[in-house]
């Protein structure tokens, strides 16, 4: 739709009745000149006048003609830059800038760049520049100084722009201006947008408020990708919502500074920064009374800002900081299918939480955070479970059972993450609904009581340890079976310690698990890792198991275990104060006396140089013979395991 069929659509519709909801009644579009709530501009290479020609081919030089209006006195000077093609500066350029009432600064890497402007130049060459106004009378001007003219570009209220050097032997041998002229080749302009309009209906008391861009097709110059860049002032806004409204296969490229904002994109879209992912948006109708219903429906009153625009690849918004959006209440507001807040965007891409059938966790950098300022805190749906945070990182974990986790089934766990943000004096509080997904895997844990609780990763020697495997599986529990489980010592044979649901090596006891519930199965063994006086005490070790399916499906996981010589020495050079300390505790429960007796004793049998085998050597065989131990259990009074 061009711009001249803009103002029959809404006649039309209002006509029509029926096509399009009744809600955009009483909200008239008027243009906004005082004040307006947004800067826009956007990247073109349309201008609205421009010609080339190759009459510049016979001179010495290239000539370029830029031609600069206003609507409004511009507040920040016009940046041109003046790029060589790519076989770098062949020819000496004449660059003419018809810019009355402007400043700007020109920069080229060229040295040989003749400039001649009326606007005030920071730097440069310059010639000053009398022409009569018009642009008869410029081109014939340019025409008689330098005998020709490469290019002519008319442009409206830039922001800056890029000539782009070269001159063409197949263009016209005359510059004869066209209307809508496509400029591409030699020029790129970001063109500020001064046709906002907005209204807000007159029954509300709502300070909700949207603004809305429309990108015209453009057929001949189909776009598939539009870079958005958003910013918002340092007072953060909030209760706004953008909607950007464009032809549905093209892909928007959100760059948010400091909003919180809401979004209704059509076509896909992504927060470039951040994340790559790409969200799905939504079909919004292809009208202005319909993208104003949208609004309403979606209960934002106020149309703060509707804005037209050609199509383009890079576009820029700035929410200006004024009354009407300025005194927005904070009330939060519950997410909308479509509509996402910057924060849930964030959390949503980041997915920081991760599970596993008994604790859930989440890490989140604060640096991914950045786009959304002052978050205060964050909890999970029971406020009392709050991250804490360090330097870097927000971090959360807890157990499943904790913190308002709720599970259907073990596929997933849901819960909400609220972040509590500072807006100024103001806070208010986003909630995210989540869901982790429970990964379908075996989980080994080892715990020091037969409480399990606090799983560690720490064996330690002489002592007893209790072992956990656990594993969802909803399909048909009682197909899944914990298969084998073996403890390895680098440089030894592996042992097995559990086997079809049997204990397999001395200090072993297989227990009862808690019963499968909803589809999770866990069992349950202790066992005791004995090395002998004397014998060496390996740095780590790793417990293996495995569960299976009857059809063969095999799920196996590994546990890496540290092993802690806990109740014998740190070393073989004598008694430590640590080990006094530890053998005088162990004293309160033995019997004072019985000090005396260790210290005697070991001090009589420690060994002197040379190590003891340790027993744990045997090898593993799928027998089912008991010879084997991991430990010869009377060396240890705390090797008090049996088997069950
Ligand atoms: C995008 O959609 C428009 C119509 O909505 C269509 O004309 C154009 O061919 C499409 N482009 C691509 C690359 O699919
Ligand atoms: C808009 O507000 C009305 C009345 O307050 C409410 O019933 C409706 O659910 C709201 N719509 C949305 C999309 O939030
Ligand atoms: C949009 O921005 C990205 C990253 O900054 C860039 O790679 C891409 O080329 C840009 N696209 C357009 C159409 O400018
Ligand atoms: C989070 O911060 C807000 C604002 O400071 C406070 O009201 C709230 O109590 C905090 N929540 C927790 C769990 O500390
Ligand atoms: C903060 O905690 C995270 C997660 O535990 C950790 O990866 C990070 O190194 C910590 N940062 C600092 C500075 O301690
Ligand atoms: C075994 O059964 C499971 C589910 O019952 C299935 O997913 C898997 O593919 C099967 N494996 C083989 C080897 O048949």
Redesign the pocket.
Known sequence: MGPRAAPLLPLLLALLGRSDPGRAEGCDLQPVTVEPPIALSYATSTVPRGCVSSSSLRTGHEVHVLSVEWSKAPSLPLKVSVTPRAGGCTRSVVLILVCSRCSATITSPCPDLLVRTDARLDTGTTAALAVAAGEGPLLAWARDAYGGITSYSELRDPRWIQLRLGEDPGSPPDCIPQERFDATLHLETEVFFHGTKGCSRGDTQSTRAAHIIRLQPEPSFPIMEVNLSLSCPERAVSNQILILQSRANVTWSLSVNNCHIQFLVSGSYKIAPISSLLLPGELLPDSERGLIAKAFEKNYSIIASYSTIPASTRVSLEIQDHEAVRRVPVTPTAPFPTVYSLPHLLLLMLQPWKCTDETMEIVIARSHLEPIKDV??I?LRD??C?AEKNATHFMLRTPLSHCGTSLEGWEHAKNELIL?LAEGTV?RSVRVAFQCKIPRELFLRLFPTAAFEAPQTELEVNKEAFVQASMRWEDHPSDLQLKECWLAVPGREPVLLVQGGEARSAGVAVLQGPPSARGRKVWRFRFTYVVPEGGRVPFSATLKCKAGLQNNTIFEKVLEVTVKDGWRLPNNRGLGLAAVLGITFGAFLIGALLTAGLWYIYSHTRPISKLQPVSSTAPASESSSTNHSIGSTQSTPCSTSSMA
Do not use: A, E, G, R
Request: overall charge neutral.
């Open positions: 205060v805190n909890t406020i009392s709050q509590n806070l």
